[in-house]
C-alpha cells in the first residue's frame, strides 16, 4: 500500500505495510489492509483519522498491472544477499546476487511471505522476519521498475502504461485527466529516491501477521506533514 504527498513538501512516497494495526472508523483495531473489503471510502477515512495522510484521490492497482508492466519492461533486476525460496509463491532464486526477474518470477518475489533463506553453504531456514522482508522485497522492486522509466516515456510508453492499466486500475469518479498528469509526474520525481521511504513499523509473525507503528514511524509522518 503506497501513498504519495504532493502538497506544498516535497514529494514523498510512503510504503504503508497492509498488515499495519491502526483505529479503523467504527470498527476499532484492525489491520488498514482488511480496511478495503468494505469500500475505498473507509481506506480513505483511516489514512485521514489515525495517519492524518489527507487524500484528494484515490486509485487501486492489482498485482495485474504490476504483472504487465514487468512484461512491458521486458524483465526488472533485482538483488538478494542470500539465496532465497518460498514454495507457496513460486519463488526461487538459488544464488546470492543480481537476478533478472520475468512478470511471473517478478510477481513471486513481491507476493513471498512463506520464505526460507540459505546462508552460505548450510541448510535452508526460515526468514527471521518475512513480513518485514515482504516489505522490503516490494520496495526493491519498485525501485526496479522505476529505473525502467524509458520504457515507459513518450507516446508508446504512455500506451504501455495504459495497456497495463486495463481492466487492473481503479480511479476515484472526481479524478481528471489533470489529476492524472500530476500523480504521474510526482511518481516519476519521487520513485527510487530518498523521498520513497517505508513506514517504520514492528512485526508480529503468527497465523494473522500483524504490525505496529513505531516512534520513527510518526516521525516519519511529521515530516510529510502527516502525523495523527
Do not use: N
Amino acid at each position: 500500500m503506497t501513498g504519495v504527498q504532493t502538497c506544498a513538501l516535497p514529494i514523498s512516497i510512503v510504503q504503508i505495510p497492509r498488515d499495519l494495526v491502526v483505529d479503523v472508523p467504527g470498527f476499532g483495531k484492525q489491520r488498514i489492509g482488511l480496511t478495503l473489503t468494505k469500500g475505498p471510502q473507509l481506506l480513505v477515512d483511516t489514512l485521514c483519522a489515525p495517519l492524518g495522510i489527507g487524500a484528494d484521490h484515490l486509485v487501486i492497482v492489482d498485482f495485474r498491472a504490476f504483472r504487465r508492466l514487468v512484461a512491458a519492461a521486458g524483465s526488472i533486476t533485482v538483488t538478494t544477499e542470500t539465496p532465497i525460496r518460498d514454495t507457496v509463491s513460486g519463488l526461487d532464486l538459488e544464488t546470492p546476487g543480481k537476478h533478472e526477474l520475468d512478470e511471473d518470477s517478478a510477481l513471486a518475489y513481491i507476493r513471498a511471505r512463506h520464505t526460507s533463506i540459505r546462508v552460505g553453504t548450510g541448510a535452508w531456514v526460515a526468514e527471521p522476519d518475512p513480513s518485514r522482508g515482504r516489505v522490503e522485497r516490494l520496495q526493491r522492486a519498485l525501485d526496479a521498475l522505476s529505473a525502467e522509466r524509458s520504457t515507459f516515456a513518450g507516446p508508446i510508453g504512455l500506451l504501455r502504461v495504459a495497456r497495463a492499466a486495463q481492466g487492473t486500475t481503479r480511479i476515484d469518479r472526481a479524478m481528471g485527466l489533470a489529476d492524472v498528469r500530476t500523480l504521474r509526474s510526482a511518481i516519476a520525481q519521487a520513485t527510487g529516491s530518498a523521498s520513497a521511504r517505508t513506514l517504520d513499523s514492528r512485526f508480529v509473525e503468527g497465523d494473522i501477521p500483524q504490525a505496529f507503528a513505531t516512534p520513527i514511524a510518526r516521525d516519519q509522518l511529521r515530516s510529510i506533514g502527516a502525523g495523527g
